[in-house]
């Protein structure tokens, strides 16, 4: 269970997938800037860490399991030859949590050395994984990750590398954001429905893929664009360009809408939207649908922030006397090492994390504001914990709708028995969690906001109906996974 680990800016939430990254230089060994652009990715994943370099004649690897400065000793980053690579970080999605499953994947095999980081989960890997053991194909993890490479490897035998990717596509169902390293090049892929982000950056002397635009600008690097669902961008191994191949065009994007709520970092940008910004306008929209005349609005920190920073300046509009203010203060050192597998230790760790600053609260009525609501242990202990500082009222807004179904698309969002608001009414959650109002942002609000339709973005964990094929649940749109595995040879 990986659910019940801590997470490092959020209380209990849902858990981040991963983060990848490929970059190809003129002639400066790439390990470095590979290194640096995981540690900027590092909330997407703290489980493990990996980078694999090519230096023109042959592949190297490193992979451990831990954070980004722990899992890489200045050797070991000497030790990664060669002008482009791609790196990892991993928070465990699919496959066991062991260092097997850490990535880059990296294979040899005929026709050259395969690299594959991965963000995201496929939802047909079994079918797949079953189809190529049936070919002879001997795997090593659990992970969904493998699978793709393999598959790779094996449309690699017969096609040029832009056709193997193409097939590869037509053959994996779900959500995938992947830098790819053949041989010397490499390569960044984005699922048809784009579903997990990837972008592109230049550097002075290169280019560079990354999940988030915060990763280009640690290297000083520029956002050119984000990669298109459906696309595979090639970069040059000389660090000269990049070509650009559309291999499957669909009508209808399922952009993660979660990712822009809670799982990016504030100062990336993400469908041409600084998602601070998005975060904002989401609770400017709050303030909107359901704004409640307070004394003062809070953010839970960090989560809530940029929300409540929105939120407040809506109703200091309406009503200048609202006080906007910082009166929840988080302990910074307890931190991921912090595992909270049951649920009253979990309780116990809020006390850890958040004091309320007295003076702040003290006979007022308050508004906190949140980006979610998961097992609601969290806010509930936040409304408690405010009562005992002397609040006379507290309500509760939330920056994203009631989450009431689970991920299959790479975060651990907890499972239905888990999620609160999965056969609790609103009502209902308001009373489980001992507030004196709750609301949440609307459907509407969220697809208003990020300017997307409800057909172009996932909302599979607020509607409880999905844009991929999932065994035992309904999809929102017109989807069916391919056929693979019925014509595999047995042996
Ligand atoms: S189910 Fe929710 S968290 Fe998962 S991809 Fe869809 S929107 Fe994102």
Same mark, same amino acid.
């Given at each position: 269970?990986?659910?019940?680990?801590?997470?490092?800016?959020?209380?209990?939430?849902?858990?981040?997938?991963?983060?990848?990254?490929?970059?190809?230089?003129?002639?400066?060994?790439?390990?470095?800037?590979?290194?640096?652009?995981?540690?900027?990715?590092?909330?997407?994943?703290?489980?493990?860490?990996?980078?694999?370099?090519?230096?023109?004649?042959?592949?190297?690897?490193?992979?451990?399991?831990?954070?980004?400065?722990?899992?890489?000793?200045?050797?070991?980053?000497?030790?990664?030859?060669?002008?482009?690579?791609?790196?990892?970080?991993?928070?465990?999605?699919?496959?066991?949590?062991?260092?097997?499953?850490?990535?880059?994947?990296?294979?040899?095999?005929?026709?050259?050395?395969?690299?594959?980081?991965?963000?995201?989960?496929?939802?047909?890997?079994?079918?797949?994984?079953?189809?190529?053991?049936?070919?002879?194909?001997?795997?090593?993890?659990?992970?969904?990750?493998?699978?793709?490479?393999?598959? @790779?490897? #094996?449309? $690699?035998? /017969? &096609?040029?590398? =832009?056709?193997?990717?193409?097939?590869?596509?037509?053959?994996?169902? %779900?959500?995938?954001?992947?830098?790819?390293?053949?041989?010397?090049?490499?390569?960044?892929?984005?699922?048809?429905?784009?579903?997990?982000?990837?972008?592109?950056?230049?550097?002075?002397?290169?280019?560079?893929?990354?999940?988030?635009?915060?990763?280009?600008?640690?290297?000083?690097?520029?956002?050119?664009?984000?990669?298109?669902?459906?696309?595979?961008?090639?970069?040059?191994?000389?660090?000269?360009?990049?070509?650009?191949?559309?291999?499957?065009?669909?009508?209808?994007?399922?952009?993660?809408?979660?990712?822009?709520?809670?799982?990016?970092?504030?100062?990336?940008?993400?469908?041409?939207?600084?998602?601070?910004?998005?975060?904002?306008? @989401?609770? #400017?929209? $709050?303030? /909107? &649908?359901?704004? =409640?005349?307070?004394?003062?609005?809070?953010?839970?920190?960090?989560? %809530?922030?940029?929300?409540?920073?929105?939120?407040?300046?809506?109703?200091?509009?309406?009503?200048?006397?609202?006080?906007?203010?910082?009166?929840?203060?988080?302990?910074?050192?307890?931190?991921?090492?912090?595992?909270?597998?049951?649920?009253?230790?979990?309780?116990?760790?809020?006390?850890?994390?958040?004091?309320?600053?007295?003076?702040?609260?003290?006979?007022?009525?308050?508004?906190?504001?949140?980006?979610?609501?998961?097992?609601?242990?969290?806010?509930?202990?936040?409304?408690?914990?405010?009562?005992?500082?002397?609040?006379?009222?507290?309500?509760?807004?939330?920056?994203?709708?009631?989450?009431?179904?689970?991920?299959?698309?790479?975060?651990?969002?907890?499972?239905?028995? /888990?999620?609160?608001?999965?056969?609790?009414?609103?009502?209902?959650?308001?009373?489980?969690? %001992?507030?004196?109002?709750?609301?949440?942002?609307?459907?509407?609000?969220?697809?208003?906001?990020?300017?997307?339709?409800?057909?172009?973005?996932?909302?599979?964990?607020?509607?409880?109906?999905?844009?991929?094929?999932?065994?035992?649940?309904?999809?929102?749109?017109?989807?069916?996974?391919?056929?693979?595995?019925?014509?595999?040879?047995?042996?």
């Amino acid at each position: 269970m990986t659910h019940g680990r801590d997470d490092s800016h959020h209380l209990g939430g849902p858990t981040e997938k991963c983060g990848v990254v490929g970059v190809a230089l003129g002639s400066r060994s790439a390990a470095r800037p590979l290194y640096y652009s995981l540690y900027a990715l590092q909330h997407r994943g703290q489980e493990s860490a990996g980078i694999v370099t090519h230096d023109g004649f042959q592949q190297h690897s490193h992979v451990q399991m831990g954070l980004v400065g722990d899992a890489f000793s200045a050797d070991d980053l000497n030790e990664l030859n060669g002008s482009a690579g791609i790196g990892h970080v991993r928070y465990p999605t699919a496959g066991d949590v062991s260092k097997s499953c850490a990535q880059p994947f990296a294979v040899s095999f005929k026709s050259g050395s395969l690299g594959l980081a991965h963000n995201g989960n496929l939802v047909n890997a079994d079918e797949l994984r079953d189809e190529l053991e049936n070919y002879g194909h001997a795997f090593t993890s659990t992970g969904d990750t493998e699978v793709i490479a393999h598959d @790779l490897a #094996r449309n $690699l035998l /017969e &096609e040029d590398l =832009v056709r193997a990717v193409k097939r590869t596509m037509e053959r994996i169902h %779900g959500s995938y954001a992947l830098t790819i390293m053949h041989d010397e090049t490499v390569l960044g892929v984005r699922d048809p429905e784009g579903n997990r982000p990837l972008c592109i950056g230049k550097l002075d002397d290169g280019y560079v893929l990354a999940s988030e635009s915060a990763a280009i600008d640690t290297l000083d690097g520029e956002l050119v664009r984000d990669v298109k669902p459906g696309e595979l961008v090639v970069l040059a191994p000389d660090g000269s360009g990049f070509d650009s191949y559309q291999l499957i065009e669909q009508e209808n994007t399922a952009h993660c809408f979660f990712e822009h709520i809670y799982f990016a970092r504030p100062d990336s940008v993400m469908n041409d939207s600084l998602v601070y910004e998005v975060r904002r306008g @989401l609770g #400017r929209k $709050l303030w /909107e &649908e359901n704004g =409640v005349d307070t004394d003062v609005v809070m953010p839970v920190p960090d989560s %809530g922030r940029a929300f409540a920073s929105g939120y407040a300046e809506a109703a200091q509009e309406d009503d200048a006397t609202v006080e906007f203010a910082e009166g929840l203060m988080k302990n910074r050192y307890v931190g991921r090492t912090f595992i909270m597998p049951t649920q009253d230790e979990r309780e116990r760790a809020v006390r850890l994390k958040l004091n309320p600053i007295k003076s702040t609260v003290e006979g007022r009525s308050v508004t906190i504001i949140d980006d979610s609501i998961v097992r609601g242990t969290t806010s509930n202990q936040l409304v408690e914990l405010l009562r005992e500082a002397g609040a006379e009222e507290v309500h509760m807004r939330i920056g994203a709708p009631p989450i009431i179904a689970p991920c299959y698309m790479g975060i651990n969002m907890a499972t239905r028995e /888990e999620l609160i608001a999965s056969d609790k009414s609103v009502e209902e959650v308001r009373e489980t969690i %001992g507030a004196d109002s709750l609301a949440y942002l609307s459907i509407d609000a969220v697809s208003d906001v990020l300017e997307k339709s409800r057909s172009d973005l996932c909302l599979g964990c607020v509607t409880g109906e999905y844009p991929y094929d999932i065994d035992g649940e309904t999809t929102d749109r017109d989807v069916s996974r391919p056929v693979v595995g019925s014509n595999a040879p047995t042996q």
